[in-house]
């Protein structure tokens, strides 16, 4: 366990393994502690770094907004600072659109990149079907953040649970831990989406990132977020999109066996 301080904020971290740098990058909500279930096996092959986010668990928290440029800045000075750079970069959700926008602003930090459903419903077109699908997802996290400012944390969070990230019945599923710090989390998590660019990414600055990468949905995820991945990876010269079956929004928590065997054959093919 250890601290290092980057951009003003103090950022909680763990270093596990030897090898090529790798770096796990959180979602909405959560902190580290999510990539508990893969990290033992990809350090048999990487040294391999998780942390809390600016204003998640263990870093630094602060009142107002935080946006997604902050938090790639933040990524960029944590490499830098622990000599990890360039670094492989697997992301989940918020976390994976933070790791693109990285890859987008700063190639020469990543080595390759592994986005699971980034929710960047801001590329869906305006006149692509799915389109209904990101007006829905909108307005599921729009109510949840309302409730969280509100001061109604603990009902927000179990909204775009069920509704909007995981699906009908998660939130009872999930751990009482893993629900307190999803609820501890939630300021953050609004001020994220006080962010007029968060669900946005430049997609011809994407289409000019040459580095390897495969992006990855799965098959039982809620209906909004494959498409979003589908249109980056026609997007990205050198993607590979694949389809994780049986899987939904959390693969490395609900299939981390295969989830930590895929990344290290993308890592050692690329």
Known sequence: MARVR?????LFHEVAGEGEPLVLVHGGLTDHYTWRAVVPALAQSFRVLVYDRRGHSASTRGAGRCTRREHEDDLAALL???????????GNSFGASTALG???????????VIAHEPPLLGVIRGDDPAHVL????????DAAVALILAGEAGEGVRRFTEEVALGPGSWEALPDR???????????????????????????????????????????????????????????????????????HIPHVSHPEAFAAMVRRFIEAA
């Not at 830098?80 to 697997?90: E, F, I, M, N, R």
């Not at 990101?134 to 996290?141: E, V």
């Not at 968060?198 to 498409?227: F, I, K, N, Q, V």
């Open 6 to 10: 980057v951009r003003g904020a103090e």
């Open 80 to 90: 830098q600072t622990l000599g990890l750079a360039p670094a492989h970069v697997v």
């Open 102 to 112: 990285l890859a987008v602003r700063r190639p020469d930090l990543l080595r390759t």
């Open 134 to 141: 990101m007006r829905a997802a909108q307005n599921g996290i």
């Open 178 to 248: 893993v629900r307190a710090t999803l609820v501890a989390n939630s300021r953050a998590f609004a001020a994220e989406q006080s962010d007029p660019g968060w669900a946005s990414l430049d997609l011809t600055r994407l289409s000019a990132c040459a580095g390897p990468a495969l992006l990855t949905y799965g098959t039982e995820s809620p209906a909004w977020l494959p498409p979003v991945t589908v249109e980056l990876s026609r997007t990205m010269r050198r993607a590979e999109l694949r389809g994780l079956q049986g899987a939904g």
